[in-house]
């Protein structure tokens, strides 16, 4: 029912045109992954796959996603799992250490996505400053990650110095995009932000970025940071 539904609104170019960037910008996310990951990306399609059917069939009925606890598990459990790994050397950081610098950033410019909060902004699905904030500062971060893939000159200290930058800018950007969606959870006692955040961040499909993108770009961002202190030596970056 809830698909039918969805599906009956198709038409509506104001719901189509910023759900479009959504799919659009997926399908490049998931063809930007690094082939380094190996047979990891196929866990990433599966839990793709199966957090789209959990929602389009209404299964977390009995979980109640919604829930502060398993909501915050979906969001936030995934890129600090990435962050212990890399921290701890486990078994992905071998494969992080493996993926050229370039790569990293490639996947980063699918954070051009962000120009689907500014769209609905006009159709009157998003909250209109915290869309805004998460859009702008979205684009601006896929913009730098195209420039510095662009011009990637890894042996200069003015280049690593704009790494630095964009990376703690990008990082702190979707940071804040995360912990205000979880502090907007009704289900929170006292919960710190509108109810509007909540609500549009887990209809369908903008749930996709908070509990798919999200901690994939906020790991990305730690492994920036990993290959970046990892080749603090005079031997560029690479």
């Known amino acids: 029912m809830l698909l039918l539904e969805w599906f009956s609104d ?3 170019a104001d719901k189509l045109i910023p759900d479009g960037v959504v799919y659009v910008s997926s399908v490049l996310a998931f063809t930007f992954l690094p082939a380094h990951l190996g047979r990891k990306i196929w866990w990433f399609v599966g839990w793709f796959l199966f957090l789209n059917l959990s929602f389009l069939l209404d299964l977390w009925n009995f979980l109640d996603w919604r829930g502060p606890f398993l909501f ?3 969001g936030q459990a995934p890129w600090v799992l990435i962050m212990l790994d890399l921290v701890f050397k486990g078994k992905l950081s071998p494969k992080i250490a493996a993926i050229p610098m370039r790569e990293l950033l490639l ?7 962000g120009l689907h909060f500014a769209l609905a902004i006009y159709g009157g699905y998003a909250p209109e400053e915290f869309s805004l904030q998460v859009g702008f500062s979205e684009v601006i971060t896929g913009l730098g990650a195209l420039a ?4 990637f000159r890894p042996n200069k200290g003015w280049y690593r110095t704009l790494l630095v930058f964009w990376n703690t800018y990008g990082l702190t950007s979707m940071l804040t ?13 006292k919960a710190h932000f509108s109810r509007e955040i909540f609500q549009y961040m887990t209809a369908y499909p903008q749930n996709w970025c908070y509990a798919f993108w999200f ?4 790991g990305i961002h730690c492994a920036i940071y990993f290959k970046m202190y990892h080749s603090r030596s005079p031997k560029p970056i690479t």
């Open 215 to 218: 901690p994939i770009a906020i």
């Open 72 to 74: 915050i598990a979906i």
């Open 107 to 113: 996947w980063q410019v699918t954070r051009l996505m």
């Open 10 to 12: 198709i038409d509506r």
């Open 148 to 151: 510095l893939y662009l011009g």
């Open 177 to 189: 995009a995360e912990f205000r969606t979880v502090l907007a959870n009704p289900n929170i006692p």
